[in-house]
């Protein structure tokens, strides 16, 4: 391989790495956001959902500047194998074997969003659990592999981190919603102002509301039996 | 072959036993779609006209964007 080092790819490599805890943080805690039903008044449910999947991208792509630099930087020799498979790094074995672990876990995750409509929502979900662990591996790898992890600001930024993530998880954990909280008012697709104050239907009263346009949906019977669905747990 | 016409219209339905109430359908769909007492969406079964530029546009954001992947889009030939 050819000897390629500079401090910029150690450099680029720990402030990726910094970066991609940080914005993994904010997925994790958006994903915490989206499964809790949050949204509907001031931010729109969907939206969340949008910033969740469009910074886990943006997280994605730091990660791989991470990887990559970790990879061609030939002063610690770590070898294009270790980024996918673990144990293989002569250097640092362990903290590096933790990094590829949480690596191939969030491959599986993206892998299996970017192939959600294909595949069983059961699996895609069973998948999305992986994330957890993936955050969990990867904080052991920053403290065990950082340069930058174990003093000053970026042991703080860890801490911080590691402090919302698991807030999140204790918020998922307990929350477990049960129901949508009624009505969301938002929609980037033209709206009535006065949605969000309007009174939710009633069983056998037909919606009122004017259709958008001449052509437009008319309101009719519901598409499915509306039975009472208390207290469904997840 | 010619100009294909956009004749006919769609329903967007539900699967009910994915649908988990997130309530994102009811977002981005607030034409088609409405949410019951218990967070649930009650979808218009009249078919909408495919010429209904809007409405195909925000049911489509509503299959996108659903977490549990409950909804699609079903094309009808009997549209009014
Ligand atoms: S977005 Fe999907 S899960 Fe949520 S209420 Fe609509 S159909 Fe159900």
């Known amino acids: ?234 | 072959m010619g100009v294909r016409r956009r004749v006919g219209g769609f329903v967007l339905l539900v699967n009910p036993i994915l649908c988990d109430g997130f309530g994102h359908c009811a977002e981005l769909a607030p034409d088609l779609v409405h949410v019951d007492e218990w967070g649930y969406p009650i979808i218009v079964t009249e078919p909408v006209a495919l010429a209904n530029l809007a409405a195909l546009e925000s049911a489509r954001y509503a299959v996108r964007g659903c977490p549990r992947q409950a909804l699609r889009i079903e094309r009808v030939h009997d549209a009014h």
């Open chain 1, 1 to 234: 391989m050819i000897a390629l080092t500079s401090p910029y790819l150690w450099y680029t490599t720990r402030a990726t790495g910094l970066v991609t805890l940080v914005l993994f943080t904010l997925v994790v805690s958006l994903g915490t956001l989206v499964a809790n039903r949050v949204g509907g008044t001031a931010v729109g449910r969907f939206e969340l959902n949008e910033l969740h999947r469009t910074i886990a991208a943006v997280a994605c792509a730091f990660l791989a500047i991470h990887v990559v630099t970790t990879v061609i930087d030939s002063y610690v020799s770590t070898g294009p194998l270790a980024a996918v498979v673990p144990f293989v790094s002569s250097y640092k074995r362990l903290p590096v074997a933790l990094g590829t672990i949480a690596l191939d876990l969030m491959l599986a995750v993206w892998a299996s969003s970017l192939l959600k409509a294909r595949i069983a929502n059961a699996s895609w979900r069973f998948i999305h659990w992986f994330s957890w662990l993936a955050f969990a591996i990867a904080v052991v790898h920053a403290l065990l592999a950082g340069t930058d992890a174990r003093s000053g600001i970026g042991l703080a930024v860890v801490i911080v981190c590691v402090a919302v993530v698991a807030g999140a998880g204790a918020w998922r954990f307990a929350a477990r919603p049960t129901r949508a909280a009624g009505r969301t008012a938002l929609s980037p697709l033209g709206g009535e102002p006065e949605r969000a104050s309007r009174p939710v239907p009633r069983r056998s009263e037909p919606t009122a509301r004017p259709a958008p346009s001449a052509d437009g949906p008319q309101r009719a019977a519901p598409a499915f039996p509306r039975r009472p669905r208390p207290g469904r747990s997840r």
